[in-house]
């Protein structure tokens, strides 16, 4: 089984096929992608959570922001599509994150060391096009799969997770169509003892 096929065996079966279609059709135009994440278990949702975070149990959340440049998150385990499971218990994720690659197999994030301007020239000569018209054409292609890129329209908020994609409506989902929940994770007296 490759990486792509066991990710996405992570994702609920009633969704898999858009996820599916998605990358084979990112593909189709030139796009070679990696699945970097469909299911996250609570732990290692809490784990991107503290990501620039320090426990304040003062606060609503029970977290303040320390580094905002660290933030890769802003959904605790109970408010994201990633750690959705079945009935069962079994991973059933309404939510995909993925990188395009270069035709060198690396992924288009900063390596150790890249500049912003060799980072900016690997797409480019990857896709002939700027980062963020690679960007555009893959949540453009979402849609036609009918997937919501970024959680948001066009990412107002994630500038941090471009390649976030998740079934529209999730959350209607997991409340209505039975078989789907969220994980029983009650909060935030005990954060510090999870992280």
Same mark, same amino acid.
């Given at each position: !089984?490759?990486?792509? $096929?066991?990710?996405?065996?992570?994702?609920?079966?009633?969704?898999?096929?858009?996820?599916? $279609?998605?990358?084979?059709?990112?593909?189709?135009?030139?796009? &070679?992608?990696?699945?970097?994440?469909?299911?996250?278990?609570?732990?290692?949702?809490?784990? *991107? =959570?503290?990501?620039?975070?320090?426990?304040?149990?003062?606060? +609503?959340?029970?977290?303040?922001?320390?580094?905002?440049?660290?933030?890769?998150?802003?959904?605790? %385990?109970?408010?994201?599509?990633?750690?959705?499971?079945?009935?069962?218990?079994? %991973?059933?994720?309404?939510?995909? +994150?993925?990188?395009?690659?270069?035709?060198?197999?690396?992924?288009?994030?900063?390596? &150790?060391?890249?500049?912003?301007?060799?980072?900016?020239?690997?797409?480019?000569?990857?896709?002939?096009?700027?980062?963020? /018209?690679?960007?555009?054409?893959?949540? /453009?292609?979402?849609?036609?799969?009918? *997937? +919501?890129? *970024?959680?948001?329209?066009?990412?107002? =908020?994630?500038? =941090?997770? *471009?390649?976030?994609? $998740? $079934?529209?409506?999730?959350?209607?989902?997991?409340?209505?169509?039975?078989?789907? !929940?969220?994980?029983?994770?009650?909060?935030?007296?005990?954060?510090?003892?999870?992280?």
């Amino acid at each position: !089984m490759t990486l792509k $096929e066991s990710r996405l065996t992570l994702v609920a079966d009633i969704v898999r096929p858009k996820f599916a $279609e998605f990358h084979a059709r990112a593909q189709r135009a030139g796009f &070679p992608l990696l699945i970097v994440r469909t299911w996250s278990s609570v732990e290692d949702q809490l784990r *991107l =959570y503290a990501k620039g975070r320090r426990v304040d149990l003062e606060s +609503d959340t029970g977290w303040t922001v320390s580094d905002k440049r660290q933030v890769v998150t802003q959904a605790l %385990p109970d408010q994201t599509p990633h750690t959705v499971i079945g009935v069962d218990g079994r %991973p059933a994720a309404l939510a995909m +994150d993925i990188i395009p690659v270069d035709p060198a197999g690396l992924a288009l994030w900063p390596q &150790p060391n890249e500049s912003t301007e060799a980072l900016a020239a690997r797409w480019k000569s990857a896709f002939g096009k700027s980062e963020s /018209d690679c960007w555009k054409a893959l949540w /453009d292609l979402a849609a036609t799969c009918g *997937l +919501d890129a *970024l959680g948001d329209p066009w990412g107002a =908020y994630l500038r =941090y997770d *471009l390649g976030h994609f $998740e $079934e529209p409506g999730w959350r209607l989902m997991v409340q209505q169509a039975g078989g789907l !929940m969220l994980p029983n994770w009650r909060g935030h007296e005990r954060v510090a003892d999870r992280v």
